[in-house]
């Protein structure tokens, strides 16, 4: 089993989705993530909401890993 290192940091600023809703962030987090032999520090916002996703990773984190998504995005 792998193990998260994170600390979850009480703020509530307001996100905007993409539908126009407005939803409070429950916290910022700073999570040590690993990729395929790659470590990085990242930081997030954590939201109270259902979701098909756990975690979504940005421009600026894929960056950082040197990843492409696609060939599509480039």
Do not use: W
Request: aromatic letters at 8%.
């Amino acid at each position: 089993m792998k193990s998260l290192d994170y600390e979850i940091v009480k703020r509530s600023p307001m996100l905007i989705r993409f539908s126009g809703e407005t939803k409070y962030t429950v916290g910022e987090i700073k999570i040590h993530i690993y990729i395929e032999g790659v470590n990085s520090m990242q930081c997030g916002c954590v939201i109270d909401t259902l979701s098909a996703y756990k975690i979504i990773l940005g421009r600026p984190c894929m960056h950082d890993m040197m990843v492409v998504p696609s060939k599509y995005h480039q």
